[in-house]
């Protein structure tokens, strides 16, 4: 039987890049959203006009109807280690917290528990979708996928593959054959193993090497040739770049000194050999996200345009571990899209709307004529259908256009006291769009997990427990 969802829909309708988000944002008060029963949306508007027998009604209000949150950069084998000390930035950090912390995914237990865990806080913060940065243990991403599906979830995940590294990541390092033995066999394993159709599927796999430093000349051009090879299948492709440049001992610098080339991207566009400007095979493309870049040249911005690749940002993250701020104008120009990433443990928040409100205030403080205010409506389509165009997966999710799966949640300001009182009783504008506004404001700044009442994937509730 389908249902009548009925409360105030905000979502950003048809296809509009940032840009034009704001124009593209819908808001309908006394909104209702029609899901079938193959948890497909068949009419989105006002409620006084859903068309007659339309399904039994669902009532959510006061509460707020908004797209799932899709966050393209968080890291499974982090559930446990946010808000760690490491007495530094990014390689210190790493050294110091991430890769012992990840070494305790080494017992399958400890990984159950994990996946367990990181899906209970996917629900709490309505994070429908994501690209799940995986751990290096392929029983533990085994636990990952097999807790997704059965909490009805979407993922897109790979084993974080590192084939070189310090002391504290011996663990997690395994030999060149055993890299893409294993990439290869978590492919074959779980990419769209739910329903064994792409495009359908919830749950897709990517190939996934933690950032560069963290793999070999000969890794890269394995995994390259093996991506080659599965493309074509709708598998993805996620890492790190540009995160940290800190002058000498950065990330950026030890990349360039370590692989001799000019620009990062490089090294993920198969162009990773010393000097020559080759090496294999290229991982850009329309499903390829890179996380942070922060630091990007021009033409590493141009050639991720040009093929199609996103960016996670990750705003969050890169204020706690002293990575920078991405240029928000100057990045939103070169026409990448880009999506939003909790980063999570980098980041220490997993709700996707606080690292919006984090993206909020470091570009409202950039520089002089770089600094903006960012629009709420450019917020939420940051969250929301930036995520869907990141993951290739537009045509499925990301709003409530007709035809698409309804993947939403519901916010219910009366169950966060701080923002109900915001949404009741916070400043209008007495200019109609404005106020509009203003409200979408309030509700991305002030909601937190309590006020996520109700987590919805095509169009079935998703049970917290
Ligand atoms: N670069 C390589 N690994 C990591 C990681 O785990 N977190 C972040 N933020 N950056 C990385
Ligand atoms: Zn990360």
Redesign the pocket.
């Known amino acids: 039987m389908s249902r009548v969802h009925r409360g105030h829909v905000f979502h950003i309708a048809g296809s509009p890049t940032v840009d034009g988000a704001a124009d593209a944002l819908v808001s309908i008060p006394d909104g209702a959203l029609v899901v079938d029963d193959d948890g497909v949306v068949v009419y989105v508007g006002d409620f006084d006009r859903v068309p007659p027998d339309s399904g039994i009604v669902v009532d959510h209000r006061p509460g707020f109807l908004l797209p799932g949150f899709i966050d393209t950069h968080v890291?499974f084998p982090?559930t446990f280690v946010g808000d760690a000390y490491g007495g530094g930035q990014?390689l210190e950090?790493?050294n110091a917290c991430?890769f012992p912390s990840?070494s305790m995914l080494a017992d399958p237990q400890f990984a159950a528990d994990a996946a367990v865990a990181f899906c209970d806080r996917r629900i709490a913060a309505g994070t429908t979708q994501a690209m799940v940065?995986g751990s290096a243990f392929p029983h533990a991403q085994d636990s990952l996928f097999e807790e997704t599906r059965r909490r009805g979830l979407r993922v897109v995940s790979g084993r974080?593959v590192q084939t070189t590294g310090p002391d504290s990541a011996q663990a997690l390092i395994t030999s060149e054959e055993d890299a893409v033995r294993l990439v290869s066999e978590e492919i074959e394993k779980w990419h769209a193993a739910d329903t064994g159709d792409v495009a359908t599927a919830k749950l897709h796999v990517a190939v996934v090497p933690?950032?560069s430093?963290?793999v070999t000349t000969e890794t890269l051009r394995n995994l390259g040739d093996l991506y080659d090879s599965v493309r074509g299948r709708g598998v993805y492709f996620h890492?790190?770049l540009n995160?940290?440049d800190r002058p000498g001992t950065g990330?950026v610098a030890t990349t360039k000194e370590t692989y001799q080339v000019d620009s990062y991207l490089d090294t993920y566009d198969g162009r990773f050999l010393p000097g020559s400007k080759v090496g294999g095979k290229s991982f850009l493309g329309k499903r390829s996200i890179l996380?942070?870049s922060v630091h990007c040249q021009d033409v590493e911005l141009a050639r991720m345009a040009e093929t199609g690749t996103s960016i996670s940002h990750?705003p969050t993250?890169q204020q706690f571990?002293g990575?920078g701020t991405m240029p928000w104008k100057r990045t939103v120009a070169s026409g990448v899209n880009i999506a939003i990433g909790s980063?999570y443990?980098?980041?220490d928040e997993f709700l996707l709307t606080r690292v919006l409100g984090d993206a909020f205030k470091v570009h409202i403080s950039e520089a002089g004529d770089d600094g903006v205010s960012i629009h709420p409506a450019e917020l939420l389509f940051t969250g929301t259908l930036a995520g869907a165009r990141a993951l290739d997966m537009e045509d499925r999710i990301g709003n409530f256009d007709h035809g698409k799966e309804a993947d939403f949640i519901v916010v219910d300001p009366a169950a966060w006291p701080p923002l109900g009182g915001l949404i009741d009783r916070g400043v209008r504008s007495e200019e109609p769009d404005m106020a509009r506004d203003q409200t979408l404001f309030a509700l991305l700044m002030a909601m937190r997990e309590p006020a996520i009442t109700e987590v919805y994937v095509q169009g079935r509730r998703i049970d917290a427990v």
Do not use: P, V
């Open positions: 890291h982090q990014l950090w790493l991430i990840e940065f974080g933690r950032f430093l963290s890492s790190h995160e940290n990330e996380a942070h990750c993250s571990l990575s980063d443990g980098g980041g």
